[in-house]
């Protein structure tokens, strides 16, 4: 009994001291922050309470609730971490356009083991190296053979939509624009074709989907970022996660070495490597993503590591895949919706491309289509695939604010910008809630630090214009094709790491009529 009470008293000891140092650690923080309002955080524990109860369809209803009770800007406490949670446009500017506050909040640390610390995870002189490299990816000239990729995916995902065409039956047409997002990101990231539209039970094409799932339940909850929790609360899940992490890291490092030996080859007998076709499949030869870095260089002329290149690769397949797939469904959506729309899209096509035999695909070509970037901005302002951007604060940041005065956000504050909140803020939007395609024809309301779905500053999306290209070739295609119907339920927003809809992407399509 005695050795028992021991060890009780021994424990106490040791919490009281371990809670003594996180009062300590934080008085600094507490102090510089107390003027911001937030909810009633218990000593220590903060709102893991909280936090435990919300689930991922609720946690949209749960900040538009804390928005109304307590504003803009939000204090939350999370054991030892301070978060503030922001939509305030006049905020989050400030943050965006300063180029040394870079680093992610850790609450991305859950996609560190999948992704490593490429250019999505890293910060400092890493982050500049790697960007550095892979800038030239999407240099004009590349980007223009990328366009021949979307072009015959995109051909292929009709003929998958043929099943669906009867004009009055709704259906999810998000699984197959993830399929063909699939096929179009690893043929332009990897150089090679899985054939996701048409082999539906592939490893690597299933693990990405599993995994992106998985990584945004435990995004919502925030006391799952820690592995240790994770694999204590979750072993099963888990274990999942590693088995998921191991196909996906075992298929990019066998086409490395692939793509590593071919380079090699090439080299040795001076073959242009944007001559080269592998597959023999007759397609138009271009130099994928990883082609780039398997021959790029740091600054110190020491080449890439194969680890290098697969946390690029595997970064690249996450961030360009899942947002495009997300922002196609959203735009296809609200044009079923929205018939003068459609009509529009449909009238500035054919007066670019020609309504019986289509123009080729080009740059230029697609630049030209003004109205159909509005649709797509449009699309992107209500629905962000990106709801949520995560800067974790690395040194005390000054701040100026009309609402709340100015002030400072302490090094190791973790500030969430709920940009999906700022982006249908009524005193810049005007009539916010409703789908107005014509509004971004206002250079005022497209400054890249107010239309922030591609984030902004030194870390926006490099991919961007890839982004673009790629949905306007897919509109392109599916609209000349098929008929967007309004049928189906509507949507419902659910908040993660990216936008999903708990219902799907629900419409009809009808094949229109050739004349």
């Known amino acids: 009994m005695l050795y028992f009470t021991l060890i009780l008293i021994f424990l106490i000891i040791l919490i009281f001291i371990w809670a003594l140092r996180i009062h300590i650690s934080t008085k600094y923080s507490r102090i510089l922050t107390d003027h911001i309002p937030g909810p009633h955080c218990y000593p220590i524990l ?68 999948w992704l490593g610390t490429g250019l999505l995870m890293s910060d400092g002189q890493k982050w500049h190296t790697r960007r550095k490299i892979i800038t030239p990816t999407f240099h004009f000239t590349i980007l223009e053979q990328f366009i021949e990729v979307f072009d015959r995916q995109s051909t292929v995902l009709l003929d998958c ?27 332009t990231a990897m150089g090679v ?32 970022n820690d592995e240790i929790v994770f694999s204590i609360l979750h072993p099963f899940k888990k274990l999942r996660q590693n088995k998921l992490i191991k196909i996906m890291h075992k298929f ?28 023999g499949i007759g397609m138009r030869k271009h130099m994928a993503l990883m082609d780039v870095l398997l021959q790029a260089t740091t600054a110190d002329g020491v080449p890439l590591s194969d680890e290098d290149i697969r946390e690029e690769v595997d970064t690249f397949m996450f961030e360009g895949h899942d947002t495009t797939t997300t922002a196609l469904c959203f735009t296809l959506y609200l044009i079923s919706r929205h018939p003068e729309v459609q009509q529009k899209l449909l009238d500035e096509i054919y007066d670019i491309f020609g309504k019986r035999i289509a123009d080729p695909f080009t740059i230029t070509k697609l630049n030209e289509l003004k109205y159909m970037e509005c649709v797509i901005k449009e699309s992107l302002r209500l629905y962000p695939p990106v709801p949520i951007i995560g800067r974790e ?37 005007h009539n916010p809630t409703e789908f107005i395609p014509d509004r971004h024809r206002d250079s005022s ?40 119907l309004p049928l189906g339920p509507d949507i419902k927003r659910v908040l993660g790491i990216i936008l999903r809809s708990e219902t799907g992407m629900q419409l009809g399509i009808k094949k229109r009529a050739t004349t």
């Open 193 to 224: 074709n899985v054939n996701a539209q048409t082999d539906k039970n592939m490893p690597y094409t299933m693990a990405v989907k599993e995994m992106t799932s998985l990584s945004m339940w435990r995004f919502i909850r925030t006391y799952l």
């Open 393 to 429: 604060i690395t040194e005390d940041f000054h701040y100026t604010h009309s609402e709340i005065g100015d002030g400072v956000l302490p090094a190791g504050t973790q500030l969430m910008m709920y940009i999906f909140h700022g982006l249908r803020d009524e005193s810049v939007f």
């Open 161 to 187: 939509l043929a099943e669906r065409a009867d004009g009055k039956t709704p259906f999810d047409i998000m699984p197959y624009i993830c399929s063909a997002a699939m096929d179009i990101i690893t043929e």
């Open 445 to 484: 309301i497209n400054s890249p630090f107010i239309f922030v779905p591609f984030s902004a500053g030194s870390r926006n999306c490099i991919g961007q214009r890839f982004a673009m290209l790629e949905m306007k070739t897919v509109l392109c295609k599916i609209l000349r094709e098929y008929e967007l």
């Open 46 to 113: 903060g709102c893991v309470g909280e936090a435990i109860k919300i689930n991922p369809d609720k946690f949209l209803e749960a900040t538009y609730e804390a928005r109304d009770k307590y504003g803009s800007i939000i204090k939350i406490w999370m054991l030892n971490r301070l978060f503030i949670c922001t939509s305030n446009i006049e905020l989050y500017q400030q943050i965006l356009a300063t180029p040394t506050q870079i680093s992610k909040s850790c609450l991305y640390t859950i996609l560190k083991q």
């Open 252 to 279: 990019t490092r066998s086409v490395i070495e692939e793509r590593r030996r071919e380079l090699e080859k090439r080299l040795k007998s001076k073959e242009n490597i944007t001559d080269h076709d592998p597959h």
